[in-house]
């Protein structure tokens, strides 16, 4: 058995308090809320002595709102728990990944600038992982594997082989401006 610490009795207090079920969940709600509130001056601007200034105390009354609403229901709460822990672990994942990688350049300086075909891989991993987490923190990830099952992706494959074989058989190669 694990032996109780000062600061995982902390942490439990903290938890028992509600402040990773209530008052985390609203400070990230509102947070971003009212940042796109501000950026996007959707509810007016203010001219002040020749200065535009955004309606402050309609973009955090509506944020405060919007943030209450959230926490108020406890299965929003914990998708929003569910998919933020995941997406830690997602980035843990691909700071290891890159560590890895830089493992192998040596003393030299490793940037993605210099693979944008890698780049653009590891943007589409990361966004497909992130899809993925939505859909398992809503319980749609079975429901969605579901629809791949071997009735149905029978077809799809075939047609998919038959499409891409048509492709390869019809597609016509234009002659290089070298070849000119």
């Known amino acids: 058995m694990v032996e109780e610490t ?5 942490v439990d207090f903290l938890g028992e308090f509600g402040v990773y079920d209530v008052l985390l969940p609203f400070l990230l709600v509102f947070t971003i809320v009212f940042a796109i509130l501000e950026k996007t001056k959707i509810l007016g601007v203010e001219r ?17 709102i919007i943030a209450f609403l959230v926490i108020a229901s406890t299965q ?14 997602l980035l843990i ?19 993605l600038k210099d693979f944008p075909g890698w780049t653009t ?10 899809i993925v987490i939505f859909l398992n923190a809503l319980d749609w990830l079975q429901y969605v594997l579901g ?19 048509i492709v390869f058989i019809t597609w ?5 401006a070298a070849a000119k």
């Open 6 to 10: 000062l600061f995982r009795g902390v």
């Open 48 to 64: 002040t002595g020749g200065h535009e200034l955004t309606k402050k105390n309609l973009n955090s009354m509506v944020a405060i």
């Open 76 to 89: 929003l709460v914990g998708v929003i728990n569910e998919v933020l822990a995941n997406i830690v672990l």
């Open 93 to 111: 994942l691909a700071v290891c990944f890159l560590l890895l990688v830089g493992v192998f350049f040596g003393d030299k300086e490793f940037t």
């Open 121 to 130: 891989t590891f943007i589409w991993i990361m966004f497909i992982g992130i």
């Open 147 to 165: 629809l791949f099952v071997e009735e149905t992706l029978a077809p799809i494959l075939f047609i998919l082989v038959i499409v891409g074989f």
């Open 172 to 176: 016509e190669k234009k002659p290089s």
